[in-house]
């Protein structure tokens, strides 16, 4: 009797490391979410210019698609803060989905995990960073220009499409950009845009 239960527990803690390195989701790595924020600032501040001297005074969703694009250019360049290609997805709700792109595709396949998101939140006048553990970062912008430009009033266009309200942000607990330090497991990436 003792050998039977002694095989099935030696067959069930095998399974369990086999289901854990071939078939579980995999983790990814914890993104640094100070390196987000401060990319990201930087891709807005870059993309608005670039509107401005267009002239082009509405975003339309081709420039948001394309200020996507620059932005992922933006989190993957040196000195990098992730180990592996970062993709970019845009949600419905105006919400860009970081994932782990390993075959660089630019498209978030179904073995690829997400890595972090970026929120506005018009309310406050900030930008919030979330990783998949749940913690946040949030970068605050001075004065409410900021929010006016074409590229975010398009995203927040389509955060009241989405019935994200302007005060869908105010209970959320976000530890500021100035105080936020990366986790361990986080590659710190060294870029401070703009400061």
């Known amino acids: 009797m003792f050998g039977k239960l002694k095989g099935i527990v030696i067959l069930g803690v095998l399974g369990y490391f086999a289901y854990s390195i071939f078939l579980a989701p995999q983790s990814e790595q914890t993104a640094d979410l100070g390196q987000v924020l401060d990319r990201t600032e930087f891709a807005i501040v870059k993309y608005q210019e670039y509107l401005d001297q267009n002239g082009i005074a509405e975003a ?20 990098r803060f992730y180990d592996k290609q970062l993709g970019l997805e845009i949600q419905n709700d105006a919400k860009f989905l970081g994932f782990a792109d390993a075959n660089t595709n630019g498209i978030k396949d179904s073995d ?25 970062a949030g970068l605050r912008f001075s004065g409410a220009g900021f929010l006016a430009g074409a590229l975010l009033g398009n995203l927040i266009g389509r955060q009241r ?20 330090t990366a986790p361990r497991s986080a590659r710190s990436g060294g870029l401070r845009a703009g400061k």
Request: aromatic residues 8%.
């Open 60 to 79: 339309t969703n081709n420039e948001v698609d394309e200020f996507a694009g620059f932005l992922t250019q933006i989190l993957n360049s040196d000195p």
């Open 112 to 136: 690829e995990g997400d890595v972090f998101t970026i929120e506005i939140d018009e309310a406050n006048n900030r930008l919030i960073a979330t990783d998949t553990a749940g913690s946040s």
């Open 161 to 180: 499409s989405a019935g994200v309200s302007a005060a869908s942000f105010n209970n959320r607990s976000v530890t500021p950009r100035s105080s936020y």
